[in-house]
């Protein structure tokens, strides 16, 4: 299987979740899978895996730490992964995931039993230790080799059968902005994107901070060649306006935000 096979197979899973996290998936449901074979790590019904978020940088090396928590909070807040605490030291935060159901049907395989903590899922802790109690953890070097195909076909997992929105209950008008500022090429999927600005109900002051964000991933090398560009519902999802912060700068170099939203974002005053 070619990278780009690969890379093409994660469509149904990334057009759900969003690319990143359609990666981090993948190799969750690997080791879901490689432990249900060898009959470990089932707990409450489910197959397990777990590492620590600074083994998960050791995986995923062109992540940072914080990244990789915030793709974990976005597949948590999508309902991708049950996030939970097995480890035998109450001391010992190494955090355990297992797919959700919706995710295993995207990968055309059967539901694996239900979860008995309440919403699912426990909190990601911040401080994840480094050791694991029982078991294999994720290795940081044999992850990819012989990894399972990725699902194909189809738009699995998206709702259907709803009555398309014209405009989100929650500031219609800054979400007009938001949508008419934002690259055409992340504008797809308009009623998930309304959905995902309904949940998080931005107020006026992440509204600003988002739009100045926007100003400053606009002007990267990466989005003025089309490359890296979220769906505005992945956008608001998994928080991405914080990757402006990495990208350092002063804010004050950046042109007036009322004379960028008065052209572009026209409501976004």
């Known amino acids: 299987m ?6 093409s197979g994660l469509g149904p899973v990334a057009l759900r979740y969003g ?17 249900r074979s060898n009959g470990q790590n089932f707990k409450d019904g489910r197959w397990w895996t777990y590492n620590s978020v600074q083994g998960m940088t050791e995986i995923f090396p062109w992540w940072s730490a914080k990244q990789i928590r915030r793709i974990i909070n976005s597949c ?3 309902g991708a992964v049950l996030i939970a605490n097995y ?21 055309g395989e059967a539901n694996m039993g239900k979860c008995n903590f309440p919403n699912g899922q426990m909190q990601v802790s911040d401080g994840a230790s480094e050791i694991a109690q029982t078991g294999e953890p994720l290795p940081c070097n044999t992850h990819v080799k012989d990894t399972p195909l990725p699902p194909k076909g189809g738009r699995g997992g998206r709702r259907r059968n709803k009555p398309p929105r014209e405009a989100p209950d929650w500031k219609p008008e800054r979400f007009a902005g ?19 600005w309904d949940d998080l109900q931005p ?6 901070t988002i739009g100045r964000a926007l100003q400053k991933l606009k002007a990267t090398d990466d989005w003025q060649r089309g ?10 999802r998994g928080a991405r306006w914080e990757n402006a912060e990495e990208l350092g700068g002063d804010d004050g170099d950046q042109p007036p935000p009322g004379a960028v939203e008065r052209r572009d974002l ?4």
């Open 227 to 236: 490359v890296g560009i979220p769906y505005v519902a992945t956008f608001l």
């Open 178 to 196: 938001l949508w008419q500022f934002y690259p055409k090429k992340g504008r797809q999927n308009k009623q998930d994107a309304m959905n995902a």
């Open 87 to 107: 480890n035998k030291d109450g001391r010992d935060r190494t955090i355990w995931y297992s797919p959700s159901d919706e995710l295993w049907t995207l990968y």
């Open 266 to 269: 026209q409501v976004w005053t």
């Open 76 to 78: 948590r807040d999508q």
């Open 203 to 208: 107020s006026d002051d992440l509204i600003a």
């Open 2 to 7: 070619t990278a780009l096979t690969f890379v």
């Open 19 to 35: 690319l990143e996290e359609s990666i981090f998936l993948h190799t969750i449901v690997f080791w879901a899978r490689e432990n």
